[in-house]
């Protein structure tokens, strides 16, 4: 059983930025990729970036080139910097171990954070 907690959310202006950090209790070396999902009022949720086990990163259109995710396997942390923020950024971001698959919804065997809110708004 591995434990997942977001920290860096908040409340940004359009253009800001924010980086979001997850600690895993764990190794996340093992899994088969570390994933950030996110899911906004109303809509279900969507992956937005996520790591492999082997270093390929993927990111959803909507993020390229804005977003940038890492991860430490020393120190079991996975990172989201997030730059130029869109008002339809706004969501709660989850942090994801994903045992043997990314999908675009994850799965209930996953391992999931208890997700952070970010609110991009002026």
């Known amino acids: 059983q591995v434990q997942l907690v977001e920290s860096g959310g908040g409340l940004v202006q359009p253009g800001g930025s924010l980086r979001l950090s997850c600690a895993a209790s764990g190794s996340i070396s093992s899994f088969y990729a570390m994933a950030w999902y996110r899911q906004a009022p109303g809509k279900e949720r969507e992956l937005v970036a996520y790591?492999?086990?082997?270093?390929?990163?993927n990111y959803a259109d909507s993020v390229k080139g804005r977003f940038t995710m890492s991860r430490d396997n020393a120190k079991n942390t996975v990172s989201l910097e997030m730059n130029s923020l869109k008002p339809e950024d706004t969501a709660v971001y989850y942090c994801?171990?994903?045992?043997?698959?990314?999908?675009?919804?994850?799965?209930?065997?996953?391992?999931w954070g208890q997700g952070t809110q970010v609110t991009v708004s002026s």
């Open positions: 790591i492999h086990s082997g270093g390929g990163i």
């Open positions: 994801n171990a994903a045992r043997v698959a990314v999908t675009s919804k994850g799965l209930d065997s996953d391992y």
